[in-house]
């Protein structure tokens, strides 16, 4: 059984820089992972995305500039580091992987990815 949870959300002033943290558990390999979020009221929508070594990345164009995915190894935390926050960045972030996939960045499609997270909510105040 593989398991994400996600960590970081919280609170936040427009312009701060928050961390989001997405810790996979289980039996795996190695996973791809990509972040989501859904505000009040909407569908939930890709954010970035990560393959399984980091070597591809990719990011919807709301976040681009200004949101970094990353991760140090291929089983370990994958990271949204969220920079100069607005309050329409508001929204319950989720993370979700593909495991043993050693293919690229998985990308927008939901259906691709195996497991998810439970989300972390994000308030951003103006």
């Known amino acids: 059984q593989v398991q994400l949870a996600e960590s970081g959300g919280g609170l936040v002033q427009a312009g701060e820089s928050p961390r989001l943290s997405c810790a996979a558990s289980g039996r795996f390999n190695i996973y791809a992972a990509g972040w989501f979020r859904q505000a009040p009221g909407k569908e939930r929508a890709f954010v970035a995305g990560i393959n399984w070594n980091g070597g591809s990345i990719y990011y919807a164009d709301s976040v681009k500039g200004r949101f970094i995915i990353s991760r140090d190894n291929t089983k370990g935390p994958v990271y949204l580091q969220m920079n100069s926050l607005k309050p329409e960045d508001t929204a319950t972030y989720y993370c979700?992987?593909?495991?043993?996939?050693?293919?690229?960045?998985?990308?927008?499609?939901?259906?691709?990815?195996?497991?998810w997270g439970q989300g972390t909510h994000v308030t951003v105040s103006s």
């Open positions: 979700a992987g593909r495991f043993n996939y050693y293919g690229d960045v998985v990308g927008q499609a939901q259906i691709n990815y195996d497991y």
